[in-house]
T-cell receptor, first 111, second 112 residues
Framework: SQQGEEDPQALSIQEGENATMNCSYK?????LQWYRQNSGRGLVHLIL?????REKHSGRLRVTLDTSKKSSSLLITASRAADTASYFC???????????FGQGTRLTINP | NAGVTQTPKFQVLKTGQSMTLQCAQD?????MYWYRQDPGMGLRLIYY???????DKGEVPNGYNVSRLNKREFSLRLESAAPSQTSVYFC???????????FGAGSRLTVL
C-alpha cells in the first residue's frame, strides 16, 4: 500500500492565488520530499524537509511537517500558469533505503 | 550533463515477449531505482539497488528482474510481458539511500 496519501487529488485555482496540497503518511520517517511532474515528463525534486524540521521555504514554496500528525503540506504562493503540474510527496521510511511516493495532486492554474 | 538516461522512450510488445529497459546515470550516484506510474496510482517502486552489487524488491516486483551492471547502469527486464505491465517506467538515482532522486524522462511501454 502507498505510504503517502495526498489531498486533494485535483486542485484548480486562478493565477495569482495560493495553492495548498497535503500529504499524510503512516510510519516514522527521516525526511519528506516534494516533487513536481509536468505532463509527460519525469519528476523533478522541489524541496526536502527533515523529521526534526517543522517548516522550510524555497522561493514561492513553503513546506510544513507535523510528525505528531504524520502530515505535511506544500504551499505555493502567487501561483503562475507554469506551476500547472502534478505534485507528489515522498517519504524516506526509517530503516529503508528508498522513497515511497504518494498518489499526487494534479494542480491546474487558470489564467 | 545528461543525468539519468533511459532507453527506449517508447515500446510496444505483444503478450509473452521479453524486453529490457536500460538506465544509465553519470552523476556517480550509489543508489538506483525503478518505478512504474499508472493513472491514479502514483509511483510504485519495482526494484532498487542501494549500492553497486545489491538489489532489493520494492512494492511490485512480480514479473520483473533487475541487474545492477555496474555503478552507472541499472536495467529492468520483463521476461514474459503481460498487459498489466502496460505503464510508464521511470528510472531514478540518488547519491546514497533515500536521498534526493534524479529521474529519467520515462519509458512508455504498451503490452498488447
Amino acid at each position: 500500500s502507498q505510504q503517502g496519501e495526498e489531498d486533494p487529488q485535483a486542485l484548480s485555482i486562478q493565477e495569482g492565488e495560493n495553492a495548498t496540497m497535503n500529504c499524510s503518511y503512516k510510519t516514522s520517517i527521516n525526511n519528506l520530499q516534494w516533487y513536481r511532474q509536468n505532463s509527460g515528463r519525469g519528476l523533478v525534486h522541489l524541496i526536502l524537509i527533515r523529521s526534526n524540521e517543522r517548516e522550510k521555504h524555497s522561493g514561492r514554496l513553503r513546506v510544513t511537517l507535523d510528525t505528531s500528525k504524520k502530515s505535511s503540506s506544500l504551499l505555493i504562493t502567487a501561483s503562475r500558469a507554469a506551476d500547472t503540474a502534478s505534485y507528489f510527496c515522498a517519504t524516506d521510511v526509517q530503516g529503508a533505503q528508498k522513497l515511497v511516493f504518494g498518489q499526487g495532486t494534479r494542480l491546474t492554474i487558470n489564467p | 550533463n545528461a543525468g539519468v538516461t533511459q532507453t527506449p522512450k517508447f515500446q510496444v510488445l505483444k503478450t509473452g515477449q521479453s524486453m529490457t529497459l536500460q538506465c544509465a546515470q553519470d552523476m556517480n550516484h550509489n543508489s538506483m531505482y525503478w518505478y512504474r506510474q499508472d493513472p491514479g496510482m502514483g509511483l510504485r517502486l519495482i526494484y532498487y539497488s542501494a549500492s553497486e552489487g545489491t538489489t532489493d524488491k520494492g512494492e511490485v516486483p512480480n514479473g520483473y528482474n533487475v541487474s545492477r551492471l555496474n555503478k552507472r547502469e541499472f536495467s529492468l527486464r520483463l521476461e514474459s510481458a503481460a498487459p498489466s505491465q502496460t505503464s510508464v517506467y521511470f528510472c531514478a538515482s540518488s547519491p546514497w539511500g533515500a536521498n534526493v532522486l534524479t529521474f529519467g524522462a520515462g519509458s512508455r511501454l504498451t503490452v498488447l
